[in-house]
T-cell receptor
Framework: KAGVTQTPRYLIKTRGQQVTLSCSPI?????VSWYQQTPGQGLQFLFEYFSETQRNKGNFPGRFSGRQFSNSRSEMNVSTLELGDSALYLC?????????????FGQGTRLTVV | AQSVSQHNHHVILSEAASLELGCNYSYGGTVNLFWYVQYPGQHLQLLLK??????LVKGIKGFEAEFIKSKFSFNLRKPSVQWSDTAEYFCAVKPGSSYKLIFGSGTRLLVRP
């Protein structure tokens, strides 16, 4: 069974640009979550989607947005990039996202903003 | 605000030493608790989880953790570490029926051969 796939693995963008990251969950998983990992702030929750609906959102500015498609694949978008957006962005999938269910993580997309 | 604290940011041990990593959370209701590990260059993987029942849970690779509700703690233990346990370890909490994981800041473990 293939794991969670994130593309691209690495990105370099300039301040002010926008970026779109992609996540393909494990087959059959309908919940997709996104996390930002930085050395200073650690792992922080961005948002969670289930059946194309956002169920939870973390404390990030509106520049961070996401969506989920009918095949459960998800994208996240960051507009007007800032230097502080440089981070490893992790996607996790789960069958339903239920509280007792583990999340399976992808290898992440390393975003560098210059 | 809900938070997770991991007390040790860096731990250095020799092979065969015992390991205990502390984790405390702040949330008064029902929680589901997880320990994840991130080996160098690899993705986060689940070590073990607790959601109900026996507070002593066993995970992969000889790891175990004990949930002590009165102390809001979920400490990770391993009786004898190996060089291959060198990694970063994250404690995480899912409060109540939440769909999000709240992570601790992580503990970097270095095991010297």
């Amino acid at each position: 069974k293939a794991g969670v796939t994130q593309t691209p693995r690495y990105l370099i963008k300039t301040r002010g640009q926008q970026v779109t990251l992609s996540c393909s969950p494990i087959s059959g998983h309908r919940s997709v979550s996104w996390y930002q990992q930085t050395p200073g702030q650690g792992l922080q929750f961005l948002f969670e989607y289930f059946s194309e609906t956002q169920r939870n959102k973390g404390n990030f500015p509106g520049r961070f947005s996401g969506r989920q498609f009918s095949n459960s694949r998800s994208e996240m978008n960051v507009s007007t990039l800032e230097l502080g957006d440089s981070a490893l962005y992790l996607c996790a999938s789960s069958p339903t996202g239920g509280a007792s269910l583990e999340a399976f993580f992808g290898q992440g997309t390393r975003l560098t903003v210059v | 605000a809900q938070s997770v604290s991991q007390h040790n940011h860096h731990v250095i041990l020799s092979e065969a030493a015992s390991l205990e990593l502390g984790c405390n959370y702040s949330y008064g209701g029902t929680v589901n608790l997880f320990w994840y590990v991130q080996y160098p260059g690899q993705h986060l993987q689940l070590l073990l989880k607790y959601f109900s029942g026996d507070p002593l849970v066993k995970g992969i690779k000889g790891f175990e953790a004990e949930f002590i509700k009165s102390k809001f703690s979920f400490n990770l233990r391993k009786p004898s570490v190996q060089w291959s346990d060198t990694a970063e370890y994250f404690c995480a909490v899912k409060p109540g029926s939440s769909y999000k994981l709240i992570f601790g800041s992580g503990t970097r473990l270095l095991v010297r051969p």
